[in-house]
């Protein structure tokens, strides 16, 4: 749209390279990694950061980055957009966390009602922030773009089991209450024939190592660090089923709506999800998988060993991700996002 944009963030020890972007980016290395030492460093050097930068429009990812933002537009009298990818206050990490989660809530509450151009990631959260604030979001989901990725690797050329059933985990938030440990717990029971893959990172992949270790599952379930976009969809694609398994235990999962879901859609693979009201939408609609009936092991293990001998159902539901994949995609959902921007340009 002709915007010059810079992309600012923070770099981790893990931090994957950035690959060539057509903008420019800047990443801040922190002293504190974690903690409300490091919300205060980040949100510090934000602010001045943007304070001392010649621009004519903010954009805040989310909450923890709103306040530098908010206050900058203010003192700098330039518009200010906030993309609120998820319901924040109600993250995981919070929830069990009252005095923390009420400052996040306060400064939510001062800011949020004073903000004229507001994108979410999904219809459901876009009503509870009309419901809290009386401002409604548009709706931008995080799709990918048509353009398909070149499948150019086999499952040899990945080191995968060339003769198994795949399973696939993936995400850079593999935390707790995304399924993921009762997944594991039920490869105990699943198929001979099955393996589970675990692609990303997550708070909760060494306790998943352990657990793999403790129950002799190392030739059924198999880890791939985080990685390029490009290279992860090489492994997305090679699998039969995708896993969401995320969890009812907050309402910030129960109202979310995974990058994952549609990465898989995007791979032509079919999905195995928790019953989430955003989740459930989309597979209900084009019909492109199941659900588990609950997080319990041996539950899971049945659905699953159900779907490795429907091999009629799984054609079906392979066949309809066609029609998903053309309706979903980046190129009419951008469309939202050009609305919100044009008027700026």
């Not at 949020?112 to 419901?131: C, G, H, M, Q, R």
């Not at 306790?207 to 390029?228: E, G, R, T, Y």
């Not at 041996?298 to 799984?314: D, F, L, P, T, Y």
Request: hydrophobic share 40%; with cysteine.
């Amino acid at each position: 749209m002709g915007f010059e944009i810079l992309l600012v963030g923070r770099k981790l020890k893990d931090s994957l390279p950035i690959d060539d972007r057509p903008y420019h980016t800047h990443r801040m290395s922190l002293v504190f990694s974690k903690g409300p030492c490091f919300y205060a460093e980040y949100n510090l050097r934000l602010f001045f950061l943007l304070l001392f930068r010649k621009v004519d429009l903010l954009v805040s990812n989310d909450l923890d980055t709103l306040l530098p933002n908010y206050l900058v537009s203010k003192i700098k009298g330039i518009p200010i957009v906030y993309d609120s990818h998820e319901y924040f206050t109600e993250v995981p990490e919070l929830v069990n966390r009252k005095r923390v989660q009420n400052i996040w809530k306060r400064i939510e509450k001062w800011i949020f009602p004073k903000l004229k151009n507001v994108i979410t990631v999904n219809d459901s959260i876009a009503d509870l922030y009309e419901k809290d604030y009386g401002i409604k979001p548009k709706v931008v989901r995080n799709i990918p773009s048509s353009k398909k990725i070149a499948i150019n690797k086999t499952r040899e050329d990945l080191g995968l089991p060339i003769d198994k059933f795949i399973l696939i985990l993936q995400g850079s938030g593999i935390n707790i209450d995304r399924g993921t440990e009762e997944m594991v717990e039920a490869m105990q029971f699943v198929n001979n024939d099955a393996v589970l893959l675990i692609a990303g990172g997550g708070d909760v992949i060494d306790i998943l190592k352990n657990k793999v270790d403790k129950l002799s599952l190392n030739n059924k379930v198999f880890f791939k660090a985080k990685q390029p976009y490009n290279d992860l969809m090489q492994y997305t694609a090679n699998a039969d089923i995708g896993l969401t398994l995320d969890k009812d235990s907050n309402l910030n999962y129960k109202y979310s709506l995974p990058n994952k879901l549609f990465d898989y859609i995007n791979a032509g693979i079919p999905i195995l999800a928790s019953p989430l009201p955003e989740i459930k939408k989309i597979i209900d609609q084009y019909k492109i998988g199941d659900f588990i009936p609950s997080h319990e092991p041996k539950m899971i293990a049945k659905k699953v060993n159900e779907i490795i001998e429907s091999k009629a159902m799984i054609a079906h539901w392979k066949k309809n991700i066609n029609f998903a994949a053309r309706d979903l995609s980046w190129e009419i959902e951008e469309q939202v996002l050009k609305q919100v921007y044009g008027k700026y340009i």
